[in-house]
């Protein structure tokens, strides 16, 4: 049976007698894990591969947000806490060396952690670049406020992650940083000129176009198109996602059931692929809302398929690490940052 192009998300820490049949009819690409989905190492490392052998597929992507600070799936008791992207960002004004070696560190011990498990992809790095006033849902998350150290300390993560043989996803492109909603609730409207975006908001995703995957951003970008988010919009995907900030890589969609999309989760569903979106990311767990995702998505296949191919060949095997060495120099640093900030 072809793969769908669709990743889901599933309801507990174990799979259900449903859920096992709908992955084996509609054959997602990949999965995606929350923290319903947590709870010990052991569980974790059943849940994946059980998803793996009902989809039939040894290596399905499994993806996760594992960025530290507020958004860790994985945390204590079980796996350590990481900081937030914020925290790369003011060392780096410390020593620009300081804060690119945190961020590589800080991945690479994360990348560490998922790949005990089997989880193979993590929603990292961001390249939002946050402005005054706007909402507080990406806040210390971001890395800064200045494009280049944005990407630069964005790179350093992707290559933390790869270095120990997780694939990164750029998120969330082409900027989430100047909305003043949280996409989770609402539609965030961005009514910044054109050229304004493209030298602070598009400029801290063009150095890393080179990634692999990259995640939308549920915002309007009314200079460009008043109407559609950047994930239903395809003058937004193929003009500046495509274009101006020219990322080639597999582009999947951020949460379909996110109440920032209007219409039933059929109709957005339809939108992310008629916009150009390669793959329909579903978050929530909910069957029926799974099934119509699934109802409404196309076999993976053309340039998508290629895309996706590429994607997942680009993974490398994870290099020779110290674990314990790695976090001991990563907490060394993060009280460095916490001292330079007092």
Same mark, same amino acid.
């Given at each position: 049976?072809?793969?769908r192009?669709?990743?889901?998300?599933?309801?507990?820490?174990?799979?259900?007698?449903?859920?096992r049949?709908?992955?084996?009819?509609?054959?997602?690409?990949?999965?995606?894990?929350?923290?319903r989905n947590?709870?010990?190492?052991?569980?974790?490392?059943r849940?994946?591969?059980?998803?793996?052998?009902?989809?039939?597929?040894?290596?399905?992507?499994?993806?996760?947000?594992?960025?530290?600070?507020?958004?860790?799936r994985?945390?204590?008791?079980?796996?350590?806490?990481?900081?937030?992207?914020?925290?790369?960002?003011?060392l780096?004004?410390?020593?620009?060396?300081?804060?690119l070696?945190?961020?590589?560190?800080?991945?690479?011990?994360?990348?560490?952690?998922?790949?005990a498990?089997g989880?193979? @992809?993590?929603?990292?790095? $961001?390249?939002? *670049?946050?402005? =005054?006033?706007a909402? %507080?849902?990406?806040? +210390?998350r971001?890395?800064?406020?200045e494009?280049?150290?944005?990407?630069?300390?964005?790179r350093?993560?992707?290559?933390?992650?790869?270095?120990?043989g997780?694939?990164?996803?750029?998120?969330?492109?082409?900027?989430?940083?100047?909305?003043?909603?949280?996409t989770?609730?609402?539609l965030?409207?961005?009514?910044t000129p054109r050229?304004?975006?493209e030298?602070?908001?598009?400029?801290?995703?063009?150095?890393l176009?080179?990634?692999?995957?990259?995640?939308?951003?549920? @915002?309007?970008?009314?200079? $460009?198109?008043? *109407?559609?988010p =950047?994930?239903?919009? %395809?003058?937004?995907? +193929?003009?500046v996602?495509?274009?101006?900030?020219?990322?080639?890589?597999?582009l999947m969609?951020d949460?379909?059931?996110?109440d920032?999309?209007a219409?039933?989760?059929?109709?957005?569903?339809?939108?992310?692929?008629?916009?150009?979106?390669?793959i329909?990311?579903?978050?929530?767990?909910k069957?029926?809302?799974?099934?119509?995702?699934?109802?409404e998505?196309p076999?993976?296949?053309?340039?998508?398929?290629?895309?996706?191919?590429?994607?997942?060949?680009?993974?490398?095997?994870?290099?020779?690490?110290d674990?314990?060495?790695a976090? =001991?120099?990563?907490? %060394?640093?993060?009280?460095?940052?916490?001292?330079?900030?007092?």
């Open positions: 049976m072809s793969t192009a669709f990743i889901t998300g599933v309801s507990g820490t174990e799979l259900n007698a449903a859920e049949e709908f992955i084996r009819a509609q054959q997602p690409w990949g999965f995606i894990l929350f923290k947590i709870d010990t190492p052991a569980q974790v490392t849940l994946v591969a059980d998803l793996r052998k009902e989809l039939g597929e040894p290596d399905a992507p499994v993806l996760i947000d594992q960025e530290g600070g507020r958004v860790q994985l945390g204590p008791p079980h796996w350590p806490a990481y900081p937030a992207g914020a925290l790369f960002g003011r780096y004004d410390i020593d620009r060396a300081l804060g070696a945190g961020a590589r560190l800080s991945a690479r011990l994360i990348a560490a952690d998922l790949g498990l989880i193979t @992809v993590d929603c990292l790095p $961001l390249a939002d *670049v946050p402005v =005054a006033g909402d %507080a849902v990406i806040g +210390n971001a890395y800064g406020t494009p280049g150290k944005v990407a630069a300390i964005g350093a993560v992707t290559e933390g992650l790869e270095q120990g997780i694939l990164p996803v750029l998120k969330h492109i082409p900027g989430h940083g100047r909305a003043t909603a949280d989770h609730f609402r965030p409207v961005v009514d050229a304004e975006l030298r602070t908001d598009f400029a801290a995703f063009q150095p176009a080179d990634l692999p995957m990259a995640m939308t951003a549920h @915002v309007v970008f009314s200079a $460009l198109d008043p *109407v559609h =950047a994930t239903t919009s %395809a003058t937004m995907i +193929n003009q996602i495509r274009g101006v900030i020219g990322f080639q890589g597999l969609s949460d379909v059931s996110m920032a999309l219409g039933s989760i059929a109709d957005r569903t339809r939108a992310i692929f008629a916009a150009g979106c390669d329909v990311l579903h978050c929530n767990g069957l029926d809302e799974m099934r119509e995702v699934a109802k998505t076999e993976l296949s053309g340039k998508a398929l290629e895309r996706a191919r590429t994607a997942l060949a680009s993974r490398k095997a994870p290099q020779a690490f674990r314990t060495a976090r =001991a120099e990563l907490d %060394a640093l993060v009280e460095r940052a916490g001292t330079a900030g007092a």
